[in-house]
């Protein structure tokens, strides 16, 4: 005899012999059972879970000489032609290759004729949704009044494709993806009958490729069992299903999280000759996280399927897996699917993109999860502000040594200057956040860990401040702020802060305040605040006074007339002038900071 699919040869025949689709199968009994049985019925449900299966089962159930207790016997005439696919009365149609009207049409004629040797003609039609518009619509007339000895069971994976109008008419059961453990003490009952050694974690891989799809575990089974000369090991499951794949993201998952950057490049290396996707890589490694962050939090890996060496591989990791961290990683990754899409290159997108996840703690110093945020916060606000700020080239700022070597008439215009400017514009604290929203923690965080984009920040207005979005919106003449946030690491770092304080997507816009347009139209401005400037002065400080803050537009445009006044003050400054000769370098920016 030809060999028999495990898939085939194990087809439930009874309805305790369908595993976890309980509900379902007591359901129909009890119809039967109740003289309750309807003329129409869809399933519905994933892939190989049991619809055919169950609706033969109940065919035979409806048409058993002797049922026991709804349950068909099995052995009688009925139930043994319906088993073998021979019975007349019942009608077994595949949807996908009978889809047209003309089918529909020959079906309908043959429900005329009453069953030729049972209590009902019954007809399964299997994927049901493949039927074209007309088909369904032939359909209809004879669901609508169909002889009384006549039931339809429909079945479908994809039930938003059929009709409301064939919906309405038939009762539906929506049939569930198979348990593990169902899964698990199924295949050890099918490997125990059949004499098949196996190994525990080579089920629980083929369970967990299988998706709850009862027919595609024993398809992978008879793969195995045939690869490995009837012998199930890790080895060889492993082998056929390409977990070499899988050891290629776990060594790389595991070289991102303990920062071994120098791994990388030969990591990617053998991914490119092995010719792997790269998108299915970084699928591999958000599941990674994914899989990394539930054992972080809950102390267990999602799911029972798991190898026994998978859930080493977790725990050797954990402590290199900080929450924030993984985070971080999860938001690159997801941003590495999206980049892939668009880009001809995707070795060096998926390169860099591993090596900046390798580096994020050094990106963005998260690792010091308990750090007194508030105190620094504090510090950072209450630091005296430098009047005088430079190019990177010329760090002034971080040398107050040298001020104190001003010569003291230079330094007292420059302080003068800068009081101006002080008193002009808005005082630096940074605007506050709702009290729902996420802002004040992102400065928070922002000030203690990195206190460059706190920097920019401090430059921004705030627009809308929740978890689900914040927008926030610089000055034009806050342009290099803005860009800077809205590139390169500076971006990374900041959406990360956000992701970390709000802990999901936050829809995040930055924009440049284009209220102030082309420069003709700025210099107008300026020239008008120059002469209401007594007014608006008048506003801050009474913005001061209460605490309050004033409309950021009004004071950049001071803000800026005052900075240029200082520019032009200084720029011919002979002390200015010998600190870049000294120091090498050269000013190329004066701000109030
Ligand atoms: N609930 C279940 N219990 C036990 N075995 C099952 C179950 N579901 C599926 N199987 C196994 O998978 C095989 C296929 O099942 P069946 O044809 O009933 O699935 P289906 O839901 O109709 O799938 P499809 O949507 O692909 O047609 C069966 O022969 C059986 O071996
Ligand atoms: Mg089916
Ligand atoms: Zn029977």
Known sequence: MSYLALARKYRPQTFSEVLSQDFITSTLQNAINMGRVTHAYLFTGPRGVGKTSTARIFAKALNCQNPVQAAPCGECDNCLEITGGTSLDVIEIDGASNRGVEEIRSLREAVKFVPVKSKYKIIIVDEV??????????????????????????????????????????????????????????????????????????????IRNSDGCMRDALSLLDQVIAYGGGKITLENTSYLLGITDSYLSNDIFSAILKEETEKLPDLVKTVDEKGIDYKYMTECLIEHCRNMMIYVVSNKLPGSDFTSREEEYYSSLKAYAEKAKLYSLFQI??????????????????????????????????????????????????????????????????????????????????????????????????????????????????????????????????????????????????????????????????????????????????????????????????????KKSPDLKGNVSTAESTGTSVKRVQSHKIESFAVQKMKEEVKDNEFLKMAEKELGGRIINIEKN
Request: charged share 30%; hydrophobic share 40%; net charge negative.
């Open 129 to 206: 949704h493949m039927l074209t518009e007309q088909a369904f619509n032939a359909l209809l007339k004879t669901l609508e009044e169909p002889p009384e000895y006549v039931i339809f069971i429909f079945a479908t994976t994809d039930q938003h494709k059929i009709p409301v109008t064939i919906l309405s008419r038939c009762q539906r059961y929506e049939f569930k993806k198979i348990s593990y453990e169902e899964m698990n003490s199924n295949l050890k009952s099918i490997l125990g009958k059949e004499n098949i050694e196996y190994e525990n974690d080579a089920l629980n891989y083929i």
């Open 333 to 530: 990754l997801t941003k590495l699917i999206n980049d892939l899409k668009y880009s001809d290159f995707a070795r060096y997108v998926f390169e860099f993109a591993v090596i900046k996840a390798a580096n994020i703690s050094s990106i963005i110093n998260i690792l010091d999860n308990s750090s007194p945020v508030a105190a620094s916060v504090k510090k950072a606000v209450s630091a005296p502000v430098n009047k005088v700020t430079e190019s990177a080239a010329i760090p002034v700022k971080q040398e107050p040594a040298r001020e104190e070597t001003v010569k003291p008439e230079i330094s007292e215009k420059i302080a003068d200057t800068a009081k101006e400017v002080e008193k002009d514009t808005e005082p630096v604290p940074v605007l506050k956040g709702s009290e729902e929203g996420i802002w004040t923690r992102v400065l928070n965080i922002a000030s203690s860990k990195n206190p460059m984009i706190y920097a920019m920040l401090q430059h921004a207005k705030l627009i809308e401040d929740t978890a689900e979005h914040l927008a926030i919106s610089f000055p034009l003449e806050r342009k290099f702020q803005f860009t800077q946030l809205k590139t390169g690491n500076s971006k990374d770092i900041f959406e990360n802060i956000v992701f970390m304080v709000s802990e999901k997507h936050t829809k995040i816009d930055i924009t440049l305040d284009n209220n102030i347009g082309d420069s003709k139209k700025k210099a107008d401005i300026d020239e008008g605040a120059e």
